[in-house]
């Protein structure tokens, strides 16, 4: 029993599967990092959310302490106006502990948080901090006294008002320490404005709290935008690195190719090289026999089966060139031989080349050629083989009776084209990709069994877009089928005026060499 060898399709279908099922596990994997973050999560936020909030919080306590500090200051000198020094200083001490406190639990946190500690501490105390620093301020009242005139109570009021604010600003990406912060904000409103009986200081109250409303909806507002944001961040980090994955696979898959088309070429140019060998003595000798240069063979049947062995080694000796050929072009490695080429000639001279196969299949052979075309830079052996391979499959897939055009003309921008149709029974709008493709056959060549190998119409593709053109392939059932090749107008040679010398530079050229001589 001999084994499978798996084919090149096979193999691709092996590897996409292979991606496709690794692509599945790290997102299962991802998913079930994700979720088993959030069941941990106090938050149930993942684990590097919640890192990246406390870091925001800390990091923006670190910057504004420097602020808050000459804040303090004023509103200290400030309670001089009616309260005793002492209180005021101890005041003062109270809120700058507290804050050289806060301010130092930030830097350390900023400086011990890694991905792999337990983060839920660390945003307990920086929350207690937070709700102890609002709350020295909420003290100032109690510390220093409540003053006696509306103006003073008033201007304490917008002093704890301003830092509820800022504390606002500041703690929104931990919402558990703005709501423990608006307590004692609130309760120092009441003591500084309500009265036993009502007042114009109760609008005044009601309008402190609604502004401290108006903070914590900010403060929510903020974080959900926070949220947003880092999630946009993950998700285009995520992006980033499938795209740098994509590129290494590429690369990967880029350099696989190289080697495999580096094999290729290896293997393409031993075994011409060995078949050739072989074939050229296949071919010369069976040519001999049929022949019978040597004298006759003495059997009929003899005679037919060395005919057979020739006319299949040409046809395997195409079959290697036509692959080779293709081999080259598909690797860059076919130069063009260009020099000023005369189109309409070309193509006369392979119709007169094939005239007799035609006849012989009862086909009609037409030509139109535009007259005084001039002549085009371009690969006289390319152009022959594009003429013959489109002349050859004219002439194999249309039937007897019919008629095949070949036409030489301008193109509609001031190119030039080669166009060969027939009226034959055409190729199916849907085919036309697959004999277009290397090693395409159409459902006419299956079912006549013809013995074309699938490679002179992307040869002939591929020789014109070296030569800068373009292949145009249209055909309807029933109708036949039209095969352009388009060149375009900077390969047209226009003709220039011939240059006429003056005599007397003739002349003195003439006297200069003599002069040299």
Not at 198 to 222: D, H, K, Q, S, Y
Not at 300 to 316: A, N, P, R, T
Not at 473 to 490: H, I, Q
Request: net charge neutral; proline share 4%.
């Amino acid at each position: 029993m001999t084994a499978h060898i798996p084919t090149a399709a096979e193999i691709e279908r092996k590897q996409a599967n292979a991606e496709r099922a690794s692509r599945n596990k790290q997102g299962m994997q991802r998913a079930v990092k994700d979720v088993r973050e959030k069941i941990t999560s106090a938050s149930g936020l993942s684990r590097a959310f919640e890192l990246e909030l406390a870091r925001e919080f800390a990091q923006n306590h670190v910057s504004a302490s420097l602020a808050l500090m000459p804040y303090a200051l004023v509103i200290a000198g400030t309670t001089l106006s009616w309260s005793s020094p002492a209180k005021g200083m101890l005041w003062l001490l109270l809120v700058l502990g507290v804050l050289l406190y806060q301010t130092m639990l930030c830097r350390r946190f900023l400086a011990a948080s890694t991905p792999a500690m337990d983060i839920k501490p660390w945003i307990k105390r920086l929350i207690v901090g937070e709700i102890a620093f609002v709350t020295s301020w909420a003290l100032l009242p109690t510390v220093v006294g409540i003053p006696d005139t509306d103006v003073l109570r008033v201007f304490l009021l917008v002093a704890v008002l301003m830092i509820g604010a800022v504390s606002t600003v500041l703690s929104h990406t931990l919402p558990t320490a703005v709501y423990g912060a608006a307590l004692p904000l609130a309760s120092v409103i009441v003591q500084l404005v309500l009265d036993s009986q009502p007042t114009e200081r109760w609008m005044i109250a009601g309008l402190c709290l609604t502004a401290l409303l108006l903070f914590v909806g900010l403060a929510n507002r903020l974080y959900a935008s926070t949220l947003d944001n880092l999630h946009a961040r993950a998700e285009k980090d995520e992006l980033f690195t499938e795209v740098e994955q994509a590129n290494l696979r590429l690369r990967e898959a880029t350099r696989q190719a190289e080697e495999a088309s580096a094999a290729k070429s290896r293997f393409l140019a031993t075994m011409s090289h060995e078949l050739r060998t072989p074939l050229n003595a296949i071919l010369g000798f069976s040519e001999v026999m049929k022949d019978e240069l040597f004298g006759p063979l003495g059997n009929e049947q003899y005679k037919s089966y060395v005919k057979d062995i020739h006319q299949s080694g040409e046809h395997l000796l195409q079959l290697i060139n036509e692959v080779l050929d293709l081999s080259r072009i598909e690797a860059g490695k076919h130069e063009l031989v260009e020099e000023a080429i005369d189109l309409v000639g070309v193509v006369q001279a392979c119709c007169r080349m094939l005239e007799l196969r035609a006849t012989g299949r009862g086909l009609m052979l037409k030509t139109a050629f535009t007259e005084g075309m001039p002549r085009l830079w371009a690969d006289e052996r390319a152009l022959r083989q594009i003429t013959l391979n489109l002349l050859s499959n004219a002439i194999k897939f249309t039937p007897q009776g019919a008629e095949i055009l070949v036409k030489v003309g301008w193109t509609a921008s001031g190119g030039q084209y080669l166009s060969v149709r027939d009226n034959g029974t055409g190729i199916p709008e849907e085919e036309i990709e697959i004999v277009l493709a290397t090693f395409g056959r159409g459902s006419q060549a299956i079912k006549n069994a013809d013995q074309g190998s699938g490679l002179g119409l992307p040869i002939v593709k591929s020789l014109v877009e070296l030569h800068g053109g373009a292949f145009r392939l249209r055909s309807k059932l029933r109708e036949g089928t039209e095969a352009t090749a388009l060149f375009p107008p900077d390969r047209v040679m226009a003709a220039m005026p011939a240059v006429h010398e003056r005599p007397g530079l003739i002349i003195s050229r003439v006297v200069r060499d003599e002069r040299a001589a």
